[in-house]
């Protein structure tokens, strides 16, 4: 079958496979993998509580199976939103052993799955538009996104294992954050010439993430929150500095409040001087 140039029409290979039937199989595949890790590496000693431990990703079978038998009308919203309930269902297991409420107050795991909840019905609802209204046809998928973002993660690997070394660069500097400043600066720092072989926003905003994952302890919660906002606005070329540095400004103060007031979390504010 050709390629097809009408919207909500799937593109084929040259086998005359749909690409979202071969997306879908992967889906299948993770559904599937979530219990068998389970049972190879799960820490209960009977087999079924292993097999459980593992039941998160089971819920995926039923978008890839839709994806196999339904029409897609919008595939990118379908496979979109499939990622997005794979990405909530995901946190859940990760926040599993955290504990939730305590009476009246928030615990560690409570927002953790508040939000992980909260990404699986808008995968739903997302993957929802599109069974039911026309989108545009599937389009080759390319991989320098995620080998971008991938080769980010990789820069860390080193800082971390002569972290001794670095942090002891500057005396008088607590070596902690000798260590998240390098780090930071470091991905920033790479981030920008791999614009021109990856994607921006899936770029800037793994970036952004990694920034605030090692300034946050070190640095406290208003410094990393505040660099990573705007890094984060970055990942647009519509960027408006005002605006931008207004609104990170407005919701770092929010997460100054919501996470160690609001949620009893045990998150500083400020760097460890």
């Known amino acids: 079958m050709s390629e097809a140039g009408g919207a909500g029409v799937a593109r084929h290979d040259a086998g005359g496979l749909p690409h979202h039937h071969r997306v879908a199989s992967i889906f299948f595949v993770l559904a599937l993998a979530g219990p068998v890790l389970g049972v ?12 459980a431990s593992g039941a998160y990703s089971l819920p995926l079978a039923v978008l ?45 795991g409570t927002a ?23 989108g545009p046809p599937e389009e080759p998928f390319a991989f320098s996104g995620p080998l971008g973002g991938g080769l980010l ?66 640095l406290g919660l208003v410094f990393a929150s505040f660099v990573s906002l705007v890094v984060s606005a970055y990942a647009t070329e519509e960027i408006r500095w005002v605006e931008t540095l207004i609104w990170a ?5 929010f997460c100054s409040l919501l996470f160690p007031w609001g949620l009893n ?3 500083q504010l400020w760097p460890r001087f």
């Open 249 to 253: 400004a407005v919701l770092t103060l």
């Open 153 to 218: 993660v990789a820069v860390l690997i080193p800082i971390t294992y002569y972290s001794n070394r670095i942090g002891h660069i500057v005396s008088g500097v607590s070596p902690d954050i000798m260590v998240a400043a390098v780090g930071a600066i470091v991905v920033l720092g790479l981030a920008f010439p791999l614009m021109r072989v990856a994607p921006r926003g899936p770029l800037f905003i793994t970036a952004a993430t990694l920034i605030f994952a090692v300034t946050v302890r070190p």
């Open 265 to 267: 979390l045990p998150l």
């Open 112 to 134: 953790p799955r508040m939000f992980a909840y909260a990404m699986i019905f808008l995968g739903v609802a997302v993957s929802a538009v599109g069974l039911f209204t026309d």
């Open 40 to 51: 190879i590496f799960g820490k209960p000693p009977e087999f079924y509580a292993r097999l």
């Open 64 to 108: 890839g199976i839709a994806a196999l038998i339904l029409p897609l009308r919008s595939p990118k919203d379908f496979m979109g939103g499939a990622l997005l309930v794979g990405m909530g269902l995901f946190a859940l297991w990760a926040c599993s052993d955290l504990p939730g409420m305590r009476g009246f107050a928030f615990g560690p």
